[in-house]
């Protein structure tokens, strides 16, 4: 699993430099929190900017733990004002089906490593939904009882267990995205 910073000799795609005041995009890329946001202003200010790479809507930027630590740096307290007024802008807004099942990954993957550091405290109440989702959605793989009986379908029975696993993830997904909104630009 990678760290809570950019892969290891990794540069920002838009200075082509080492990063400065590194923050990580909802589809999974990162940059130098003045870079994002310049390409954000050559824009429309009225609309998330599209990234440099896979040009999808960056609805969320995270900036790294290190970054946060380093708050009391006047260029690093403003970069971070920057991506927390981003933030406040665009965070709210999911999109469609389609931007939420590409999300999946960076959220998921920013859950999984805020659950195993123990620096990291995720409220308790997001933990206990998370659990229940989790919990819930394997009782109902592992029940004889089905919407769509795997013995008389055989494979197509299949379909919605995996559903009801896509729903769970899409719930545990959007729990955790209202959770780096509030971190990182809600109020």
Not at 49 to 62: A, D, E, M
Not at 87 to 116: A, I, K, T, V
Not at 153 to 169: A, E, N, Q, T, Y
Request: hydrophobic letters at 40%; glycine letters at 6%.
């Amino acid at each position: 699993m990678e760290g809570p910073g950019p892969p290891a000799n990794d540069m920002c795609s838009v200075c082509h430099g080492n990063f400065n005041t590194p923050c990580q995009s909802n589809c999974c890329h990162w940059f130098c929190a003045n870079c994002i946001m310049l390409v954000w202003h050559h824009g429309s200010a009225v609309q998330p900017c599209k990234c440099p790479l896979c040009r999808r809507p960056i609805t969320l930027l995270v900036p790294t733990d290190d970054s946060l630590s380093h708050r009391h740096d006047p260029e690093v307290a403003n970069a971070l004002d920057k991506i927390q007024r981003y933030n406040r802008l665009f965070g709210e807004r999911e999109g469609g089906l389609l931007q939420r099942l590409q999300d999946l990954p960076f959220l998921l993957r920013r859950l999984l490593q805020d659950f195993s550091d123990p620096r990291r405290s995720l409220p308790l109440v997001i933990r206990a939904r998370v659990y229940i989702a989790m919990i819930l959605s394997v009782v109902y793989i592992i029940s004889p009882i089905d919407i769509i009986p795997e013995g008389i379908l055989g494979i197509v029975g299949l379909l919605d267990d995996l559903l009801i696993v896509l729903i769970c993830f899409l719930h545990v997904a959007a729990l955790y995205r209202s959770v780096l909104y509030l971190r990182h630009g809600g109020s």
